[in-house]
């Protein structure tokens, strides 16, 4: 694909929800954005439009409508990326200042609920209990979300808690948190939410942490 969308269909693209990738647009752009495959129609009824794993990419990164990038690297810059403007962002950790209480709460319950409907959409057996291909192209946020949706508190100024990040293996994040119950209680959660992880310890601080991969089957 190398001819980019017109600025009308853009504007569809960055409106789509940040987490879920729902659509709104007229028929002739979700049309046209079908027959690129950066979006598809959902084959239940009211037959919403929907980002592909492509629509994501381009969205946030529209560079990829002309780049050949090798998939890994693709994915891999994208997990670093921040959530666009105005949407919904999960809290990798570290973050300098961050909301808490029942409204935050409700916006992660709400983000979580929407990712398991785009576990149902997009998984081939519309399975909920293992991760989509928007969350192997969105690790960080996605193990995040899986851990603020968990109830795991992330890491703020003078708080401990659990950090979120990017690794130069494929398909795998770092997770870290205090050693001990908080660490093994970070796993559990990622595990329940569909992903593997295992424990290590970095060679050269002795810190503990975990390596999380999205589950495929």
């Excluded at 851990?147 to 994040?173: D, I, N, S």
Aim: charged share 25%; glycine share 8%.
């Amino acid at each position: 694909m190398t001819r980019p969308p017109t600025a009308a269909q853009w504007r569809v693209i960055d409106a789509a929800d940040p987490v879920t990738g729902r659509l709104r647009g007229t028929e002739a752009q979700l049309a046209a954005l079908v027959r690129r495959g950066l979006a598809f129609r959902h084959p239940r009824p009211p037959h919403d439009h929907f980002l592909t794993p492509a629509g994501h990419r381009i969205r946030e990164a529209p560079e990829a409508l002309t780049a050949t990038e090798p998939r890994a690297a693709t994915e891999s810059r994208a997990a670093q990326e921040p959530e666009p403007a105005g949407g919904f962002a999960a809290r990798v950790g570290g973050e300098e200042s961050a909301d808490a209480g029942p409204a935050r709460a409700r916006e992660v319950h709400s983000a979580w609920q929407g990712l398991l409907e785009l576990r149902r959409m997009t998984n081939p057996d519309g399975a909920t209990d293992r991760p989509c291909g928007w969350e192997r192209a969105h690790l960080a946020r996605a193990a995040a979300l899986a851990l603020e949706a968990a109830g795991q508190p992330p890491e703020g100024p003078g708080t401990p808690g659990y950090r979120v990040r990017a690794t130069p293996q494929p398909e795998a994040v770092a997770v870290y948190a205090p050693e001990g119950e908080p660490l093994r209680a970070c796993a559990a959660s990622l595990e329940r939410a569909g992903w593997q992880t295992g424990e290590y310890t970095e060679p050269r601080t002795r810190t503990r942490y975990l390596l999380a991969s999205p589950r495929r089957v």
